[in-house]
């Protein structure tokens, strides 16, 4: 491994050896070419949006993220199956309704056979490529047998994995999981219990449920016979649930926190930008089995338009498209998993990174830049938008002229045009341009996550309400010390109105695009000041329900969607045979009542149980 000088990022000399379902976007693509601001009340965040109008407190937030890319051109090694490739498995992507391809996934001695690749008339005027296809696409790779092999997920009987520097009272939790792990077999048997089908929004009453080292053996409706040796869990009146994804985190404090995602039954998180270097570690010492915690997927450092003024999310800054295209060179030498922009990247530097992305494989998500419409970045395949962050403006019928005055308010720093500019937005939102817009999405898949929780505690200003959250017990002191006081005054009467009417647009977006099918992703922005990790997830399930989603079209958001969305929908995501063992034991059913997510009586990770008992001496642990 070599170090980049100006990053302090470890590069790559080849691909990484991960856990073989989350080896990254970008470990396949390089696999393959190796061989061919501030939000309205937003002082808590980093974020800037249509409906920024109140004066932000210091110069906290300035930042960012909405970038989109298309679907990846092949589906990464990394995240075939986890388990041995087939011999030829066919599978087809697709980017838009006008892209077809058709491609041949990996064959036993590793080796992925001849691509097909059609791009259609549309996307060759809209990425200015030659027809057909250039010479960098390629047709046929290598895949290194390491990216291919079975699964390499950590907690094996036996191992020991830590949480970085551990206190005395974290130790003896550590000590006592140890010993459980120690104790469990690779065989464990979960019977009479009831399985939640994320794929069909159902139970499937009373089933025995097979896991035989890291993956799920058999689910049967009759009694299995116990093997010799087994763990044997008894399911009666419980729920078995996938591991849930948490799909928008930062990991921003040194502290860890992931005990407290574990308790929640998070199996999964997609950081969005924090430290890279520590982010990189952690996540390399979960495949390990060196750290107890959720599988991480992470981008390195965000693209932004101006310095980040938070040492917590450092980012890169291209002067020119030519720069950003070096830049997104050298972040993916560092061996991340997609790209992250945030709002103020200039337009050209935008293009030129889904340029680079569409053409070496990287995906680029995030926030959709100032200077760029949503339905252009629809058309660019951004890969997943956050936030909803400049969907209300593109659903206006005075789109331009409102982009203008946002720019304008930016530049100027002028409080004033931006409060115009945010209740022009709410005043021109046609609803027939909407429906349009979210028939786009749907149509080229352009995944979208929300954050209906971030917004929620973003206007939240009740201040005993957010003392009062049982979860703060749970943040270290160190985390909190950071966090900015709260304020005891309300907002004035015009400015909650406001607030109410921002509110409702977004939930009314969120319904508006469940109706026309716009995939979802459950994300939380975990990492802000005054949000805890783990507990959030749920409440954003919550929120989505509220929005018009049902509790099953809710909870595939944070199961088989992230699952889909990470092309990995053969390895994790439902309850069946083949899949990880990636688990969830609820005492009550999701599907009757959203909030039963919240009822976890057990995980199983990896393979690897872990009661409510030991999840519990795990966050206990954590230093208060």
Not at 76 to 98: D, I, K, W
Not at 274 to 298: F, M, N, Y
Not at 448 to 463: C, E, G, K, N
């Amino acid at each position: 491994m070599t170090v980049d000088e100006s990053t302090g990022m470890q590069i790559n000399e080849g691909v990484e050896s991960r856990p073989q379902h989350l080896v990254s976007f970008g470990d396949r693509q390089r696999a393959r070419l190796e061989n061919a601001g501030e939000v309205l009340l937003g002082v808590f965040h980093h974020h800037v949006n249509e409906f920024d109008f109140v004066e932000p407190a210091g110069a906290a937030a300035k930042q960012a993220n909405q970038v989109r890319m298309r679907n990846s051109l092949r589906r990464p090694p990394a995240l075939q199956h986890h388990g041995t490739v087939a011999a030829a498995r066919e599978h087809q992507l697709h980017n838009g309704p006008s892209r077809s391809r058709r491609i041949i996934l990996g064959e036993e001695d590793g080796t992925v056979g001849r691509t097909a690749q059609i791009l259609t008339e549309r996307d060759q005027a809209v990425y200015d490529l030659p027809f057909p296809a250039p010479p960098e696409f390629g047709n046929s790779c290598s895949i290194p047998k390491r990216l291919i092999r079975h699964i390499n997920r950590v907690s094996i009987p036996g191992c020991v994995a830590t949480l970085g520097p551990v206190p005395l009272r974290l130790l003896l939790a550590l000590a006592a999981f140890t010993f459980s792990v120690r104790a469990a077999t690779n065989v464990i048997l979960i019977r009479h219990v009831n399985v939640v089908d994320t794929a069909e929004g159902r139970i499937l009453p009373d089933r025995f449920v097979l896991i035989a080292g890291k993956q799920i053996e058999r689910v049967e409706s009759t009694p299995i016979r116990p093997p010799q040796g087994a763990v044997v869990i008894e399911g009666t009146r419980k729920y078995l649930m996938p591991g849930l994804w948490d799909m928008h985190v930062h990991l921003w404090y040194k502290e860890n926190l992931f005990p407290l995602y574990l308790a929640a039954g998070i199996a999964g998180v997609r950081d969005m930008g924090s430290d890279p270097v520590r982010t990189k570690t952690w996540q390399h010492e979960v495949d390990q089995g060196k750290l107890i915690g959720p599988h991480v997927i992470t981008p390195g450092r965000p693209f932004d338009g101006v310095p980040s003024d938070d040492p917590k999310l450092p980012v890169l800054v291209p002067r020119s498209p030519e720069e950003a295209r070096e830049m997104y060179d050298r972040v993916d030498r560092e061996g991340v998993d997609f790209i992250k922009v945030l709002t103020r990247l200039h337009a050209d530097c935008y293009y030129a990174l889904i340029d680079r992305g569409r053409k070496w494989g990287l995906p680029v998500v995030g926030h959709v830049p100032d200077e760029v419409s949503v339905w252009d970045a629809i058309e660019a395949r951004q890969k997943s938008m956050e936030h909803l962050m400049g969907v209300a403006l593109a659903c206006s019928r005075d789109e331009e002229r409102l982009r203008r005055l946002l720019l304008e308010s930016e530049r100027e720093n002028s409080l004033e045009k931006r409060r115009e500019y945010s209740k022009g937005v709410l005043d021109t939102y046609d609803p027939a341009r909407a429906e349009k817009l979210f028939q786009r999405m749907a149509q080229f898949e352009s995944w979208q996550t929300p954050t209906l929780v971030m917004w929620s505690r973003t206007y939240s200003l009740d201040a005993t309400e957010r003392l009062a959250n049982p979860e703060l017990k749970n943040i270290p002191h160190e985390v909190r010390a950071d966090w900015p006081a709260l304020s005891a005054d309300p907002p004035p009467p015009a400015i909650a109105a406001l607030i109410q009417r921002v509110w409702d647009r977004y939930v009314q977006i969120v319904a508006r695009m469940r109706a026309n099918g716009v995939p979802l992703l459950a994300g939380t922005d975990t990492g802000d000041p005054w949000s805890y990790p783990g507990a959030e997830l749920h409440q954003e399930l919550e929120l989505l329900v509220k929005a018009g989603l049902t509790p099953a079209e809710a909870l595939r958001t944070a199961t088989l969607n992230p699952a889909k969305f990470l092309d990995a929908g053969d390895s994790f995501g439902n309850v069946q045979p083949g899949l990880l063992a990636d688990l969830v034991l609820l005492d009550a059913d999701p599907l009757a009542d959203i909030r039963n997510t919240r009822h976890v009586e057990g995980v199983i990770l990896g393979g690897v149980y872990l009661p409510k008992k030991n999840l519990d001496s795990l966050t206990a642990g954590l230093p208060r």
